[in-house]
């Protein structure tokens, strides 16, 4: 195996690979990627078993075609560290050890056999469709910060993705919640999909965000049972899904809350920033006292001092009601518009958060106990 490429294109596939291996495995080779050159192209795949990453770099200058397994943080850490877009020599010798040349430097490192790395060759194609890369992005921010980290109840580790149907138009809905907030989030599909309801683990939504981060193009996407598949231009991801139920959210929804609150979106996120600076412990409560058209911000912590300010807004009711400084924060943050709406009812409900601008997604908040 002999070839040369770019250390930009190979800096940023080695990149992606480190989101998806595990910083310690029992297995040595799932430490490790596999580089299998052929045809001009190197294909770098990267898997903890419950997700698998694939990527293409294309015209690379190739000597000799092969594959070879070796560990992917030394390799990161190296091409990382060689002159930005210069040309990389990767040679396998006699001795099993892949060779890196780049200008002054060079390195040996060790390998595994290409035959020993677990590969998968399932067929998604029966239920496949297309998607645009930023309205994906989109979606999966919408919701990726209400994700639960209880283990306990893997159901709600991850984003559940199913196919709804309103007023004869389809849309794909994404739906995540820890129990103390929940964010729901639509977009419209150009046609009715064969797509079963999933649940996307919270490893492979944030590999996901990664690699859309940088891509501008279709999405195209297929289930089988227990998996699923993400194909980019030069970039595939495949991952399994969480095994369990997802609750009735639609019952969550808050159904009564008349009192509407309406405020500048920047004004009202930075000042609850603001005044929660005062509490180390960003899981205290930022009070809310509400009356007419006023709202009353504080924050008191026993141990650090307290802080409060005052905001005109529309408000035609009076309330007081307290909520985690940061679970507002999460929400307001992947708000577009310039203006935020919130509906209460009482001090101990839920309140719905609105973006007037965006009809295809809404957010509930639980208030903290007084």
């Known amino acids: 195996m002999k070839f040369s490429v770019n250390q930009q294109d190979l800096q ?42 694939i990527h293409q770099i294309n015209n690379v ?3 000799e075609d092969g594959e070879v397994t070796t560990t992917s943080s030394i390799m990161y850490d190296i091409v990382r560290k060689f002159s930005s877009g210069k040309k990389i020599n990767l040679t396998l010798n006699d001795s099993n050890k892949l ?10 490192l060790n390998c595994i056999s290409a035959s020993e790395f677990p590969v998968t060759d399932e067929n998604f194609n029966e239920n496949e469709f297309l998607i645009k890369s930023k309205k994906l992005l989109k979606l ?19 984003i559940y993705f199913h196919q709804t149907e309103v007023d004869d138009k389809n849309f794909l809905t994404a739906v995540a919640t820890d129990s103390h907030r929940m964010s729901i989030s639509k977009i419209k599909l150009d046609n009715k999909i064969n797509f079963d309801p999933i649940i996307l683990p919270k490893k492979t939504i944030f590999q996901l965000c990664a690699l ?25 991801l495949i991952s399994k899904l969480i095994d369990g139920k997802f609750p009735n959210y639609i019952q969550v929804i808050p159904k009564n809350n008349q009192k509407k609150l309406e405020i500048d979106l920047k004004i009202f996120l930075n000042s609850v920033d603001r005044v929660a600076s005062v509490s180390l412990d960003k899981k ?14 504080s924050v008191n912590n026993t141990n650090s001092g307290d802080g409060k300010e005052t905001l005109a807004v529309k408000f035609d ?32 409900s839920p309140a719905l958060v609105k973006d007037p601008s965006d009809f295809d997604s809404i957010f509930v908040v639980m208030p903290m106990k007084a």
């Open 12 to 53: 940023q596939a080695l990149n992606y690979c480190q989101g998806v291996i595990q910083k310690r495995s029992t297995l040595p080779i799932l430490s490790n990627i596999l580089l299998d050159v052929k045809n001009t192209k190197l294909t770098i795949t990267a898997t903890d078993l419950d997700l698998i990453f």
């Open 61 to 63: 200058e190739v000597v």
């Open 99 to 108: 060779h890196l040349e780049s200008e002054k430097s060079v390195f040996n």
């Open 140 to 158: 999966l921010n919408k919701c990726k910060f209400s994700v639960s980290n209880d283990e306990t109840r893997h159901y709600l580790s991850g």
């Open 212 to 236: 859309l981060e940088s891509y501008d193009g279709d999405v195209k996407i297929s289930n089988l049972k227990s998996k699923i598949k993400f194909e980019l231009s030069n970039s595939i």
């Open 284 to 297: 205290d409560g930022v009070k809310f006292n509400l009356s007419k058209d006023k709202l009353n911000l």
């Open 317 to 348: 009711h009076s309330l007081e009601i307290s909520f985690n400084s940061k679970y507002l924060i999460d929400v307001a943050s992947q708000l577009d518009g310039e203006r935020v709406e919130i509906f209460f009812n009482d001090t101990s």
